[in-house]
T-cell receptor, first 113, second 113 residues
Framework: DTGVSQDPRHKITKRGQNVTFRCDPISEHNRLYWYRQTLGQGPEFLTYFQNEAQLEKSRLLSDRFSAERPKGSFSTLEIQRTEQGDSAMYLC???????????FGQGTRLTVV | GESVGLHLPTLSVQEGDNSIINCAYSNSASDYFIWYKQESGKGPQFIIDIRSNMDKRQGQRVTVLLNKTVKHLSLQIAATQPGDSAVYFCAETVYNQGGKLIFGQGTELSVKP
């Protein structure tokens, strides 16, 4: 257990439905990242926060995706109108400062049917 | 575009032997490199990191070598154990690009007892 908690661990949803994932970071970590990982591939960067500010969003993050980190603590990632191509593992990682050890959560496995 | 890649997608070794996993990166501006271990159904787990001002770093049973001239990174695991079986990813980042990690595809290490 790295101390980064993600919920739920698994989510099966029908195409077109909205889903929301949550990440609880290690308490003193002010940087939080979201990644997406498909089978056989390395994680791909989606977005990151420093405290409550969302500082960068990848081109992978379409307008159906939105991430928040109110109060600079936990973060949520919402996918609206899910598509089958959204099926993936969504990973959260946090770090105390830039370019220090990043700790990953166990991920949320999303399956869109 | 910029990418991080692995030379060998799979590696099978005998228990007790040493393992070497290789990685090539293409962004000469990358200044921080990390090796992660990922077991099935889990998030990536930090193994060891190295900054661009170093060419070697040792941990417990693991050594990372960085060759900036040829943009090559390797992970050496001494006395490989069955518990080392997993997928290994190298990742790179550039300090002034927010700390997001760029991952390679991964190498699956299989340790035979």
């Amino acid at each position: 257990d790295t101390g980064v908690s993600q919920d739920p661990r698994h989510k099966i949803t029908k195409r077109g439905q909205n889903v929301t994932f949550r990440c609880d970071p290690i308490s003193e970590h002010n940087r939080l990242y979201w990644y997406r990982q498909t089978l056989g591939q390395g994680p791909e960067f989606l977005t990151y926060f420093q405290n409550e500010a969302q500082l960068e969003k990848s081109r992978l993050l379409s307008d159906r995706f939105s991430a928040e980190r109110p109060k600079g603590s936990f973060s949520t990632l919402e996918i609206q109108r899910t598509e089958q191509g959204d099926s993936a593992m969504y990973l959260c990682a946090t770090e105390r400062a830039m370019n220090t050890e990043a700790f990953f959560g166990q991920g949320t496995r999303l399956t869109v049917v | 575009g910029e990418s991080v890649g692995l030379h060998l997608p799979t590696l099978s070794v005998q228990e007790g032997d040493n393992s070497i996993i290789n990685c090539a990166y293409s962004n000469s501006a990358s200044d921080y490199f990390i090796w992660y271990k990922q077991e099935s159904g889990k998030g990536p787990q930090f193994i060891i990191d190295i900054r661009s001002n170093m060419d070697k770093r040792q941990g417990q049973r693991v050594t990372v070598l960085l060759n900036k001239t040829v943009k090559h990174l390797s992970l050496q695991i001494a006395a490989t154990q069955p518990g080392d079986s997993a997928v290994y990813f190298c990742a790179e980042t550039v300090y002034n690009q927010g700390g997001k990690l760029i991952f390679g595809q991964g190498t699956e290490l299989s340790v035979k007892p």
